[in-house]
């Protein structure tokens, strides 16, 4: 009887299913209604010691629809991190212990380049009880003057300083999340591993322009009639995230052994979820899934994911991780095996053309042949 339950740098999660940093857990209410729908963790929304410098616009979202169906398969946001103050979210993650005391908590921070307010967040967040950080070295928008964000982890020099800052004061599990606007996102996982942390996460959102109303000529979304590039996200971005999650699975296989991925992109279903830990995911992260579904989308994936494992004899998430991995080569080595393919199954034709079933089919150009293909 296959099972979701799995155990990631130690914390024992119930489903490997997690909701991802952003509005879907923004606060302590949203974040109980995620575990009381089933989900295995919660990533909060990322916090910083000083909220004051951020202030969202309002639209902030742009949706890429199918002409036909309407369907949305693209997402983009322009929102910051979290705007709450941060004694708040001290007061809430206490709460959350108290009332979900297995529910697994997990902070995402972001801070300045800095090696006292980085060590400061730690402290003072883990004192609350969270089961582990991700640090938000990847989002593509807002504050990059501040040096915070995917300007941070798009120098890796500085994201393994940071993370070794963090690792060293953190008593509890640590996951740099990547982003994917670099031209190797290998490079930055084997920074933040080599920093010590014990996973990485993959991808956060590409930077985009969603596009132009062809009417007013301004770029969406637009506030006043101006706009900025934003984050890219949902099932569109799916063949990127994949690609990508399946590059950092290479580096911690190769050189990193033991150490955890946590796969994001696109994540709506069972069979995503499949993908995603076949390509070396040890758990999946959705963050735009549940603003289009709802949290109760998780009870639907998990009955996926169960039927598929049930479907190839998989007992644990274990069983499947990374097993993908094997199938993937280069291009001269795929022009060897086809031609070896070709050149056995030509060998299997003249062989089957040879064993004489009935006397008309005696060649005399090819009579020896025949006879010894009905000797044995």
């Not at 909701?19 to 209410?29: D, E, F, Q, V, W």
């Not at 950092?248 to 955890?260: K, N, T, Y």
């Not at 060649?363 to 042949?369: M, S």
């Amino acid at each position: 009887m296959p099972t979701l339950q799995t155990t990631v740098d130690g914390i024992a999660l119930p489903n490997p299913f997690v909701i991802g940093s952003g509005p879907p857990g923004t606060n302590a209410n949203v974040i109980g209604k995620a575990f009381d729908e089933g989900w295995g963790a919660v990533i909060i929304k990322t916090i910083s010691l000083d909220s004051s410098k951020v202030t969202n616009v309002a639209p902030r979202y742009a949706r890429l629809r199918t002409e036909k169906s309407r369907e949305v398969i693209g997402w983009q946001n322009i929102e910051l991190i979290s705007d709450r103050p941060f004694q708040v979210w001290l007061d809430e993650l206490n709460m959350l212990k108290d009332k979900y005391p297995d529910g697994r908590v997990i902070a995402s921070i972001m801070e300045e380049y800095s090696k006292d307010a980085w060590v400061e967040i730690v402290e003072r967040v883990q004192a609350t009880g969270v089961a582990g950080f991700e640090l938000n070295f990847s989002c593509p928008h807002g504050l990059p003057e501040r040096r915070m964000g995917a300007a941070m982890g798009q120098d890796n020099a500085i994201m393994g300083e940071v993370c070794r800052w963090v690792t060293s004061a953190a008593k509890v599990p640590v996951w740099a999340k990547l982003t994917p606007n670099v031209t190797s996102i290998a490079a930055g996982a084997e920074a933040a591993l080599a920093g010590g942390c014990q996973g990485v996460a993959a991808i956060n959102t590409i930077l985009s322009v969603m596009g132009v109303d062809l009417e007013t000529l301004r770029p969406e979304p637009t506030v006043e009639g101006y706009t900025v590039p934003g984050g890219y996200s949902c099932i569109a971005v799916r063949p990127i995230a994949l690609r990508m999650v399946k590059e950092c699975a290479e580096v911690i296989r190769d050189r990193f052994p033991g150490r955890s991925l946590s796969a994001i992109g696109g994540i709506e279903s069972g069979a995503d979820a499949a993908q995603f830990i076949l390509l070396g995911g040890d758990t999946v992260q959705v963050c735009t899934g549940v603003m289009k579904m709802g949290y109760d989308c998780v009870k639907r994936m998990g009955e996926d994911l169960l039927a598929f494992m049930a479907k190839h004899q998989f007992e644990t998430i274990a069983d499947f991780k990374g097993h993908s991995l094997q199938y993937f080569t280069t291009h001269a080595d795929l022009v060897r095996r086809q031609a070896e393919a070709k050149a056995a199954a030509k060998l299997k034709a003249a062989e089957a053309k040879a064993l004489v079933t009935k006397d008309g089919q005696w060649e005399g150009n090819d009579f020896v042949r025949q006879t010894e293909s009905l000797a044995r």
